[in-house]
């Protein structure tokens, strides 16, 4: 699990090493990319060797709300 800030964007990453799969892209997947994408960021999957999930966001939605 990685959480890395750069510039105006927040990173997340957790990955493993095992197996990989390649989730079906239901609801709930749906319903994060649908939030991410609303706060200008985005969501990505990669289930080759082993499970990467990949979370990025700008960090200016909440310096806006927080007054930065």
Same mark, same amino acid.
């Given at each position: 699990i990685t959480l890395r800030a750069d510039g105006d964007r927040v990173r997340l990453v957790i990955e493993d090493d095992g197996h990989g799969f390649r989730p079906p +892209? *239901?609801?709930?997947?749906? *319903?994060?990319? +649908?939030?991410?994408?609303?706060l200008g960021g985005s969501l990505e999957i990669?289930? *080759?060797?082993?499970?990467?999930?990949?979370?990025d966001v700008p960090t200016t939605?909440?310096?806006a709300e927080a007054g930065g």
């Open positions: +892209e *239901g609801t709930g997947l749906r *319903g994060m990319r +649908e939030r991410l994408a609303a990669d289930g *080759g060797r082993g499970t990467r999930l990949a979370i939605h909440w310096l």
